[in-house]
């Protein structure tokens, strides 16, 4: 999970004028993967071609680009995300008992 960022009880996490092309995690969380942490943010980056979930097996996971499980909210702001997808639910954010998105 997190083919960026693994947060687990971690404060916030934050990606700001970054670039982030084509990485994947075979779990959720394409990009970040936050679990009773703090907020995710992603701010004025470029998210290109992430993706969550293992094409080659038939299981089943979350957030192409954010998976956010009991953490706060989620914000994409000033960002550009494209062709992003994830195997189950939330091509870009899926979120779970957490904040707003």
Not at 20 to 28: K, Q, Y
Request: aromatic share 4%.
């Amino acid at each position: 999970s997190g083919g960026v960022v693994y947060a687990y009880g971690a404060g916030e996490v934050e990606i700001i004028d970054s670039t982030v092309r084509d990485c994947s995690a075979g779990h959720d969380g394409g990009v970040v993967y936050a679990q009773d942490s703090g907020a995710v943010s992603i701010i004025g980056s470029t998210v290109i071609g992430c993706s969550s979930g293992n094409v080659r097996t038939t299981a089943t996971w979350d957030g192409g680009v954010v998976k956010a499980d009991r953490s706060g909210a989620v914000s994409i702001i000033g960002s550009t995300v494209t062709n992003c997808s994830a195997r189950q639910d939330g091509g870009v954010v899926r979120a779970d008992t957490g904040g707003a998105v």
